[in-house]
């Protein structure tokens, strides 16, 4: 059995179990599903990673299920570019300038623009945008950052 097979079989035998898990823990269904979505898509990306001599499938599933729950945990407290551009040393009186120079789509721009420059947490931002929203708004906020990273040559965590 190769590791697709794993990881589908793995995710069969496990959705419900895992969602419910991480959306106890995130405190929201919806958001659960998406975790474990997120999860089993990381594992295809990175199925080179796992090597049968080095360790227990469920054990790397698990670590890659756990990275991705804590990166929705922490972006459901809450964003504040400004914070973020402050340590920097980039002014976050003019974020709306850095979002408007992204090279980002349009609506990851939007996003932004309601998250960073209108004040909107993600939570408020995925009830208006609608159900499935929350993966949409990590992805824009994380290729906001990348991007703002790469053009001003900086190093580190952002």
Known sequence: MDVIDKITLHYRENFDALA?????ILKDHALGEDCVQETVEAC??????FSPDKGD??????????????????????????????????DPAISEVYIDESELSDNYK????????R??????????LGSNSVAV????????????????????RL
């Open 20 to 24: 419910k898990k991480a959306g106890r």
């Open 110 to 117: 939007t996003i932004l623009n309601y998250i960073y420059v």
């Open 119 to 128: 004040g909107y947490t993600p939570k408020e931002l995925e009830k208006l």
């Open 44 to 49: 295809i990306k990175y199925q080179h990673t």
């Open 137 to 156: 708004i990590y992805k824009a906020v994380h290729l906001f950052k990348k991007e703002v990273k790469r053009k001003y040559d900086i190093r580190g």
């Open 57 to 90: 499938f469920d054990r790397w599933f698990n670590k890659i299920y756990w990275r991705t729950v804590n990166k929705y945990k922490s972006f459901s407290r809450g964003l504040s570019l400004a914070d973020d551009l402050e340590a920097l040393e980039l």
